[in-house]
Each structure stands twice: as structure tokens, then as C-alpha cells.
Nanobody
Framework: VQLQASGGGLVQAGGSLRLTCVAS????????MGWFRQTPGKEREFVAS????????DFGDSMKGRFTISRDDAKNTMYLQMNSLEPEDTAVYYC????????????WGQGTQVTVSS
């Protein structure tokens, strides 16, 4: 499966953005999906995940209560709704996929830049 992330941009603190990850090549419904982010000089950080079928959702600690993850398998698309954005959320955001829940993500899309100004 190929993953294409989009929706990043420049937003003021307190604002919102919705990221989109579109899958092609194979149906999204076969994959557990996740979002990660990375800033220069830092390790990649877990943002959110949604299991195959959507029954299991998890967030990184700093995202809880602000971010929402969802998927529309009919559209082969996953979303990340980000609210109450903070300058610390500035990063390149990546979507990822895997077929085995307990394994590392092994399929990655290109990133989309999110910049939050103070």
C-alpha cells in the first residue's frame, strides 16, 4: 500500500488543522494505522493510532483531549483532527500502516509539515 499524507500548513496557536492520509494500491481496511511526528534533531514521536476496523484508538499523552483520529475505509482514508494547536505541535507529520497489531509500523507515507505560530 502507498500512503499519501496532506493537510499540513501554517496555523496560529489555538487553531485547528485536519490531516488526511490516503491509501492506494490496497484497501485501507486491511491495515492498522497511525500518525507520528518528528522535528529536526528529535526522535520520531507517536501521535495517534487506530486499529483495523476502528475499534482501538490510542493517543500520545500530549495529544489526548486535543486530537481525534478516524478512518473511512470506504474512501481508503484516515484523518487526524488537531484542535487547540500549540507551537510545540510544530513538526512533520507522517502516516503509517501495518498489518500485524503487535509489530512495528512498516509502511510510511511522506510527511506533511505542520507549523503552529505563537
Amino acid at each position: 500500500v502507498q500512503l499519501q499524507a496532506s493537510g499540513g500548513g501554517l496555523v496560529q496557536a489555538g487553531g485547528s488543522l485536519r490531516l488526511t492520509c490516503v491509501a492506494s494500491g490496497r484497501p485501507l481496511r486491511g491495515y492498522h494505522m497511525g500518525w507520528f511526528r518528528q522535528t529536526p534533531g528529535k526522535e520520531r514521536e507517536f501521535v495517534a493510532s487506530i486499529s483495523r476496523g476502528g475499534g482501538g484508538i490510542d493517543f500520545g499523552d500530549s495529544m489526548k483531549g486535543r486530537f481525534t483520529i478516524s478512518r473511512d475505509d470506504a474512501k481508503n482514508t484516515m484523518y487526524l483532527q488537531m484542535n487547540s494547536l500549540e507551537p510545540e505541535d510544530t513538526a512533520v507529520y507522517y502516516c503509517a500502516a501495518k498489518t500485524i497489531l503487535t509489530s512495528p509500523y512498516n509502511l510510511w507515507g511522506q510527511g506533511t509539515q505542520v507549523t503552529v505560530s505563537s
